[in-house]
């Protein structure tokens, strides 16, 4: 997510560049928190400000920003917030504080928003995708294969290839019943697991904390809480044995034990 962040960094910078420096990202959270519940003006129907999240990056990034009475102001877009028209149309729609604001002070809004949700980012990220792993391996079909058996191998992917849970799941779009129909590779000879990357991608989008990631973000995320990859790519290959068929699908590799691991 590093770079991601800084992605979108750069582009705070753009929308509040010419103003007074920004004060360090790791000032204390409660001022922060008191100082965008002013800005907004929530305190006005007795509201403060008790978090800001960012889902994604850049300009098109979704944000929601918490308040005490238990409602939430969100945005479908980053950009949305550090525009002064929108901001104002967003605050008076979900809360019903009318103020104006110029895109100064929209920008001001966004760079407290941004500050708040990275001081947590990286934490919170982690602790969702080591809940997606944890919740997809435990729905998930396994499929034990040595994997140094080319007909083995081949067996095994044959199957994957096979394998259509989207298909399988029908009208059922939750994440977990989309899981149950997919199928994860353990290789006996290591304790590897094999995930496939495209199915646990749709996995995390149909979930409710999926934050809006892209394949690449997520990829990140896993690689972050332990999860491997062969390669840059992930890809791994099957070779039909005495014949010419060739089958090659980019995965994401669960370590041994990984899920006991993660309480440590």
């Known amino acids: 997510m590093g770079a991601a962040i800084e992605a979108q960094r750069a582009g705070l910078a753009v929308i509040a560049g010419g103003g007074d420096p920004a ?51 969100t945005f479908e877009k980053f950009s949305q917030v550090s525009n002064g028209a929108q901001l104002g149309a967003h605050v008076v729609s979900y809360t019903g504080v009318v103020r104006a604001f110029k895109n100064a002070d929209a920008a001001a809004v966004a760079s407290l928003v941004f500050r708040l949700s990275r001081a947590s980012e990286a934490e919170t990220d982690e602790v969702f995708a080591r809940g997606w792993g944890i919740e997809y391996l435990a729905a998930a079909r396994l499929y034990d294969v040595d994997m140094r058996h080319q007909m083995e ?39 590897q697991r094999l995930v496939r990357a495209g199915w646990f991608q749709t996995y995390v989008t149909r979930r409710q904390d999926s934050g809006g990631y892209g394949p690449a973000a997520v990829a990140s995320l896993m690689l972050s809480v332990g999860w491997h990859r062969n390669g840059k790519s992930g890809r791994v290959h099957a070779r039909q044995p005495k014949g010419r068929g060739e089958l090659l699908w980019a995965f994401l590799t669960v370590p041994p034990n990984w899920e006991a691991q993660c309480g440590d």
């Open 153 to 191: 191998r081949w067996r095994a992917f044959s199957h994957l290839k096979e394998t259509n849970p989207a298909l399988e799941a029908g009208d059922r779009r939750d994440a977990d019943t989309f899981a149950s129909f997919t199928l994860v590779l353990r290789d006996v000879t290591t304790g």
């Open 23 to 73: 004060p360090a990202v790791d000032a204390d959270r409660a001022t922060l928190l008191r100082e965008l519940t002013e800005r907004l003006g929530v305190e006005h129907i007795g509201a403060q400000v008790i978090d800001a999240q960012v889902f994604g990056a850049g300009p098109t990034a979704r944000v929601r920003i918490s308040l005490s009475t238990g409602h939430n102001i």
